[in-house]
């Protein structure tokens, strides 16, 4: 095993070095960077000031000393430039838009210098927020993990039981009204029945038991332990809820179908045979290797409900977290924060599945790694 979590660990480093080339060849070549918008918004503030100018009676007058400042000017000329709304603007001001964003360097030494940095987990500075990246990710942290540990817990605590009774009693009027329940819950997007819990219960048409916005309320700080516990539950009750909704089913069908493949094997049977009560032959054998398979699917559906899962609900809730943050950096094409969550997460992503693989052997120790062909 040993062996086998060295090769792993090492094999982290050409592995994140692979995702994030092809991702950063992927955002580079798509169009709207952020020299493209400041070069937009330039022109948005010239023609918005070109407007104010003719309605103050100055339609006469020569460019503006400010537009003149941004790098617009009469004589200037950027018709051969590669960025679209370039159109009249100081080829000078342009290049130092490239030097202060770092395109005015090839595109492999910019990807060199930015895995150099990741590496040694400096992240930079945000282009329009003007913090460190990894300042932002710690800030809003606290919300995605909020989100993802709540949902996850409640997501297994649910499901595992759930599955498991379902496929003991496999058939039956249980089973089937609780598969009704769960393809119901299954088919219902978590962000609809969001804004079905705000219209409910929290002040859109009938009752107004929790609030809307925020995952504490204002003075937080000031209030007595127990009040900021009970404050935060408050907050979190309806996105965790919307979350898990969703969530269970999945894992609810998966645990059933993965025990009744276990519950219809002959050592099953064998171990009847021998006198073994049913729930003895259900948790000491059969659980042990129906849960290898939902073990295996953890770190793919924790990183999903940890950072993806949650942007709808963190939108609909006014929940600043991860996934509004990685959202929004897309849209404004904040390259810094794009690759630095990005080389967060995926760095994280694989490291959950070596966690996975220990958890492997720890619920069966007769797996050995190393001898997988």
């Known amino acids: ?106 595109l492999g030494e910019r990807f060199i210098m930015m895995m150099g940095n990741y590496l040694r987990f400096d992240f930079g500075e945000s282009y329009y927020r003007d913090v460190n990246v990894l300042d932002l990710v710690l800030e809003k942290l606290p919300v995605s993990i909020s989100l993802g540990l709540w949902s996850t817990l409640i997501i297994y605590l649910i499901s595992i039981p759930l599955g498991i009774k379902k496929a003991v009693r496999d058939g039956t009027p249980f089973d089937v009204w609780s598969s009704g329940v769960v393809f119901v819950g299954y088919a219902i997007p978590s962000f609809l029945f969001a804004i079905l819990l705000i219209i409910f219960f929290a002040g859109g048409r009938y009752l107004d038991l929790f609030p809307l916005r925020g995952l504490v309320s204002d ?102 977290g991860l996934g509004l943050l990685g959202f929004e950096a897309t849209i404004n094409r904040d390259y810094p924060v794009i690759f630095g969550t990005l080389f967060f997460f995926t760095l994280l992503g694989l490291i959950m599945k070596i966690i996975s693989d220990v958890l492997y052997v720890l619920v069966d120790p007769r797996i050995d790694f190393n001898k997988r062909g």
């Open 219 to 320: 003075g937080f700080e000031s209030m007595a332990w127990y009040q900021q516990i009970f404050d935060y539950l408050w907050h979190i009750t309806l996105p965790v809820l919307s979350i898990v909704i969703s969530g269970f089913a999945g894992l609810t069908m998966l645990t059933k179908n993965s025990f009744l493949d276990e519950i219809n094997k002959n050592y099953v049977m064998t171990a009847k045979s021998k006198g073994l009560t049913e729930k003895s032959v259900l948790y000491r054998h059969v659980f042990r290797n129906a849960m290898l398979i939902v073990i295996a699917g953890f770190p793919s559906a924790f990183i999903s409900i940890f950072f993806t899962g949650s942007l709808l609900i963190e939108i609909i809730f006014s929940l600043d």
């Open 1 to 106: 095993m040993g062996s086998y979590l060295l090769k792993r660990i090492l094999l982290i480093f050409p592995t994140l070095f692979g995702i994030m080339l092809i991702n950063f060849l992927i955002v580079q070549a798509a169009p709207g960077g952020p020299v493209e918008q400041v070069l937009a918004k330039v022109q948005g503030m010239d023609v918005d000031a070109t407007a104010r100018a003719s309605g103050a009676g100055m339609s006469e007058t020569g460019p503006s000393s400010s537009a003149h400042n941004m790098g617009l000017g009469s004589g200037s000329s950027a018709g051969s430039s590669k960025y679209r709304g370039a159109q009249g603007l100081d080829p000078e001001f342009i290049a130092e838009l490239e030097k202060q964003f770092g395109f005015d360097k090839p």
